[in-house]
């Protein structure tokens, strides 16, 4: 049974309907430009993040790390300012121009990727990886945010389909150009000495892939910024003579937090799928190199060749056909969104499980890439169907809650896989059955939590539907 609206959410959503009828919607070239520069930042971002991923064995060697401290570089280290800041700076989205924080963010990202290739010891490359964490976390809910006022609700899913083409790029050049670079600078001696500095050589490899970052930072500074779609004052989170304290709870995310929890039968099993997903999915990546090295004896050039083509396939044809299985179910059923995504993460979890059990690197690495194509098969129904159950203004915060949520755990399960190996297994050389027993443990409970949620996303969408939103 579907909830019934209250008089308070029939008057917003009425007044809101009024506000958007009226304002004109900007043109769709200055929208398309606004795709291309969100897609190249996430482009950067997600290159950087593999370039570093793969830098793996080689940061082991240099700094005489265990897996579980590897683990924590790789992941829990970038969380740190992250969980400090993100909600704040996500803040920033809902009341200041788009353009600059998202300009800003990605500009501080590949500056500080670069520093990291000039850090003299491990406190300092942790140092680094701290602000990666904090430059990152306004990026997904300012591009959300921003292309929601561009586009036309019937545009989204096309919309958020396009956008998967920088996580695309990124993660599959990351692996291909990423081994390639390895390699390369494996031919240089083993330290630099240059003004006064000591560099390993493959921290050259981090000066070079930060960069761009800063070129990825101007293209939105000629973005033009479009008017946001909600009524006048709403960005307004409290009123204006409310107490400081009511205020800095609010600017924290207090009432987007509040908002989840009052709808928590539709949120919680979506955020609990997406944090156990996370834990694997996320963490993963930044094993695959030490995996592939220490079971197969595959160099970071070999692995990055093979699983980078077989990526961008995947990739490609996981959108494609995501794209097409929930049209098809959007036909037929109000949850289509939320019934897609259980379906696909069913086949994750089996083609996850059996990655580390293949008996060669090709058919590891097959089953990596299967697992990368259902993950891009779900991504854009998952991250609709959060789009369509929150309040415009409330957006920017909700989104960086429930992204908080993906970034948190998969942040952290670098270091979970790390720590089954440091601790319970024993063995570092037997870093597959540590991936074994965490896709075993999470992702099927995650599956559970996604099947969970698709009765009460219906009624909300149903709710949703009587207030004509």
């Known amino acids: 049974?579907?909830?019934?609206?209250?008089?308070?959410?029939?008057?917003?959503?009425?007044?809101?309907?009024?506000?958007?009828?009226?304002?004109?919607?900007?043109?769709?070239?200055?929208?398309?430009?606004?795709?291309?520069?969100?897609?190249?930042?996430?482009?950067?971002?997600?290159f950087d993040q593999t370039v570093f991923q793969m830098l793996a064995e080689k940061m082991k060697g240099s700094f005489g790390m265990t897996d579980a401290m590897l683990g924590w570089v790789q992941g829990p280290v970038s969380l740190i300012a992250y969980v400090?800041?993100?909600?704040?700076?996500?803040?920033?989205v809902d009341i200041y121009p788009r353009k600059w924080v998202l300009s800003l963010g990605i500009a501080a990202l590949g500056s500080i990727m670069a520093l990291g290739g000039i850090a003299q010891n491990l406190g300092q490359l942790i140092g680094t990886r701290l602000f990666v964490g904090a430059s990152s976390s306004a990026n997904g809910p300012g591009s959300y945010s921003l292309l929601l006022d561009y586009f036309r609700p019937m545009r989204i899913p096309l919309v958020f389909a396009l956008l998967q083409l920088g996580y695309?790029?990124?993660?599959?050049?990351?692996?291909?150009?990423?081994?390639?670079?390895?390699?390369?600078?494996?031919?240089?001696?083993?330290?630099i000495h240059f003004l006064g500095l000591s560099i390993f050589n493959w921290q050259l490899v981090m000066v070079?892939?930060?960069?761009?970052?800063?070129?990825?930072?101007?293209f939105y500074v000629f973005l033009r910024e479009p008017p946001r779609r909600s009524p006048a004052g709403s960005h307004k989170l409290v009123a204006d003579d409310a107490s400081a304290g009511r205020k800095f709870a609010a600017f924290m995310g207090w009432d987007a937090a509040k908002a989840i929890w009052e709808r928590k039968q539709v949120f919680l099993p979506l955020f609990a799928a997406?944090?156990?997903?996370?834990?694997?999915?996320?963490?993963?990546?930044?094993?695959?190199?030490?995996?592939?090295?220490?079971?197969?004896?595959?160099?970071?050039a070999e692995t990055g060749a093979l699983l980078g083509t077989l990526m961008l396939v995947s990739m490609l044809a996981g959108i494609f056909a995501g794209g097409v299985f929930v049209t098809w179910m959007g036909k037929r059923y109000k949850d289509a969104n939320i019934r897609a995504t259980?379906?696909?993460?069913?086949?994750?979890?089996?083609?996850?499980?059996?990655?580390?059990?293949?008996?060669?690197?090709?058919?590891?690495?097959?089953?990596?890439?299967?697992?990368?194509?259902?993950?891009?098969?779900?991504?854009?129904?998952?991250?609709?169907?959060?789009?369509?159950?929150?309040?415009?203004?409330?957006?920017?915060?909700?989104?960086?809650?429930?992204?908080?949520?993906?970034?948190?755990?998969?942040?952290?399960?670098?270091?979970?896989?790390?720590?089954?190996?440091?601790?319970?297994?024993?063995?570092?050389?037997?870093?597959?059955?540590?991936?074994?027993?965490?896709?075993?443990?999470?992702?099927?409970?995650?599956?559970?939590?996604?099947?969970?949620?698709?009765?009460?996303?219906?009624?909300e969408v149903e709710r949703l539907e009587a207030l004509g939103l």
Do not use: H
């Open 342 to 459: 259980a379906i696909i993460f069913t086949c994750t979890t089996i083609v996850t499980i059996a990655s580390p059990l293949m008996p060669t690197g090709e058919g590891a690495i097959a089953m990596m890439a299967a697992g990368v194509f259902f993950g891009l098969a779900g991504a854009p129904a998952q991250n609709a169907a959060v789009q369509r159950i929150v309040p415009n203004e409330k957006r920017g915060q909700v989104s960086a809650l429930y992204l908080f949520m993906f970034t948190f755990f998969g942040g952290l399960g670098s270091w979970v896989i790390g720590s089954v190996s440091t601790y319970i297994i024993g063995d570092e050389q037997m870093i597959w059955k540590a991936i074994l027993i965490t896709a075993c443990i999470f992702l099927p409970t995650a599956t559970f939590f996604m099947w969970r949620g698709i009765r009460p996303y219906r009624e």
């Open 274 to 300: 997406l944090a156990l997903s996370a834990v694997e999915s996320q963490g993963l990546p930044a094993w695959r190199i030490p995996f592939m090295a220490r079971t197969y004896g595959w160099s970071e």
């Open 84 to 92: 400090i800041v993100g909600i704040p700076l996500a803040r920033l």
């Open 208 to 218: 070079m892939v930060g960069t761009p970052g800063l070129l990825a930072g101007l």
């Open 1 to 46: 049974m579907a909830i019934a609206p209250n008089a308070t959410e029939l008057q917003a959503a009425t007044t809101g309907a009024t506000g958007d009828k009226d304002q004109p919607w900007p043109s769709e070239r200055w929208g398309f430009y606004a795709l291309f520069c969100v897609i190249f930042a996430t482009f950067i971002t997600f």
């Open 168 to 191: 695309i790029g990124g993660s599959s050049l990351g692996n291909i150009v990423g081994g390639q670079m390895i390699a390369w600078t494996a031919t240089f001696p083993d330290t």
